[in-house]
């Protein structure tokens, strides 16, 4: 069984992938009577077409170590997690190596960030580690099918 250690999520690290939504560094812009930074245009949404919706998730938490069976991707468009309480998430990647999974990467997200997964990434399902797991999503609304699915024979263990 395969063993991949989850780090604390960057910018750098995930930029590969897609992503990473927070508030670090100066706001672009003061807005609301200068009482609100604006943090302008941090995610590249990306839809062959369709447009984007807004979804809300609910999901159960997790823990470590957890097993990843089955990962995913969507063709059709990019997918932004946005969490809607402090807690930390796990998000897994990887590289496609001819329509599969490859050189899985894991990181656990601190309070403030959310990411945005580019078109066509694979990646772990949703993965809160505390409760409740609410998230904001924004994806693709569209017609046909937007999801591919790969599992894997011998499932992977996260480890923090």
Not at 42 to 59: H, M, P, V, Y
């Amino acid at each position: 069984m395969n063993h991949v250690k989850a780090l604390p999520l960057t910018a750098d690290a995930f930029a590969p992938f897609g992503d990473v939504l927070d508030c670090s560094g100066e706001a672009d812009k003061m807005i609301n009577q200068g009482l609100c930074g604006r943090f302008h245009d941090r995610a590249e949404l990306d839809f062959t077409d369709g447009q984007a919706g807004i979804s809300l998730f609910n999901a159960q938490p997790r823990s470590f170590p957890y097993t990843l069976d089955m990962m995913e991707r969507h063709p059709d468009g990019s997918q932004a997690f946005i969490p809607m309480t402090e807690h930390s998430f796990l998000v897994i990647v990887a590289q496609d190596n001819n329509g599969v999974p490859d050189n899985l990467q894991a990181f656990i997200t601190k309070s403030g960030q959310a990411i945005n997964y580019h078109r066509n990434i694979w990646h772990g399902v949703c993965t809160p580690l505390a409760s409740p797991g609410l998230f904001a999503v924004v994806d693709r609304i569209g017609s046909g099918e937007n999801l591919q699915e790969h599992w894997f024979d011998d499932p992977v263990i996260i480890e923090p």
